[in-house]
């Protein structure tokens, strides 16, 4: 009960730092309407695009990431509590009253399934790794944009940091940050999905790891939507 709590505050966490981003986005479109540049298709001079037009693509895709969150909410919307360890339990409890209490529109219908679901998580997960992905995508974009063989955007320096020994250079190490943190994110996902795959209806100790993957995911995709908004 305290997961599915945990996870639906979170999920709602994500979805706010999904609408400043997209309203970042938004803001930066309108400013740049008539700002032209090349359309890519393989990396090659294709069309001339508004780039207005290029960002609200991702726009597009951020909007599907919050909508995921928000299709996990409908989902994870029962209360577990009262099915104890399987079967229920003998102390005389109204789990109407207490789903209506904690937030829940019903409580779950079946004790054994309660008890072994962990779809819960795997959706968080998996609605965290497309949304990382979506934003790998985007850092990629602007470090070849960025790029000396590109030279179509610039960033403020704070955003960028210095060589060791190469004073002239100003890398996209942020940007790079992001890029780098969706394996781990991707990874979080399958290891959950290794877990439950393998075990017979009702609890075992494996699923206690559910909660070590869901946390550093939700921390990583937060931190990195925080750092894409700036």
Same mark, same amino acid.
């Given at each position: 009960t305290d997961f599915k709590l945990w996870v639906k505050d979170s999920s709602l966490v994500l979805i706010n730092e999904l609408n400043s981003l997209m309203k970042n986005l938004i803001n930066k479109a309108d400013k740049n309407v008539g700002t032209v540049m090349p359309g890519f298709t393989h990396l090659k001079n294709a069309q001339p695009v508004s780039f207005a037009h290029y960002l609200l693509a991702y726009y597009e895709m951020l909007k599907r990431d919050k909508q995921r969150f928000h299709n996990n909410l409908e989902l994870i919307n029962e209360s577990p509590l009262g099915v104890a360890a399987l079967s229920g339990t003998s102390y005389n409890i109204d789990r109407n009253f207490t789903s209506q209490k904690l937030g829940f529109k019903k409580p779950?219908?079946? !004790?054994?399934?309660?008890?072994?679901?962990?779809? $819960?998580?795997?959706?968080?997960?998996?609605?965290?790794?497309?949304?990382? %992905?979506?934003?790998?995508?985007?850092?990629?974009?602007?470090?070849?944009?960025?790029?000396?063989?590109?030279?179509?955007?610039? $960033?403020?320096?704070? %955003?960028?940091?210095? !060589? !060791?020994?190469?004073?002239?250079?100003?890398?996209?190490?942020?940007?790079?940050?992001?890029?780098?943190?969706?394996?781990?994110? $991707?990874?979080? +996902?399958?290891? %959950?999905?290794?877990?439950?795959?393998? +075990?017979?209806? !009702?609890?075992?100790?494996? +699923?206690?790891?559910?909660?070590? +993957?869901?946390?550093?995911?939700?921390?990583?995709?937060?931190?990195?939507?925080?750092? $894409?908004?700036?």
């Open positions: 779950t219908n079946n !004790s054994i399934d309660t008890v072994s679901d962990r779809d $819960f998580a795997i959706d968080f997960l998996y609605a965290c790794a497309v949304c990382a %992905m979506h934003l790998s995508r985007l850092a990629e974009d602007l470090i070849i944009l960025n790029s000396d063989a590109y030279q179509l955007i610039s $960033f403020n320096d704070k %955003m960028l940091t210095g !060589s !060791s020994i190469m004073p002239q250079k100003k890398n996209p190490d942020t940007l790079e940050f992001l890029r780098g943190k969706t394996g781990s994110i $991707f990874g979080n +996902l399958f290891s %959950m999905l290794t877990i439950v795959k393998g +075990l017979p209806i !009702s609890y075992f100790k494996d +699923l206690q790891d559910d909660k070590d +993957l869901v946390f550093r995911s939700f921390d990583n995709l937060k931190n990195c939507l925080i750092i $894409f908004d700036e």
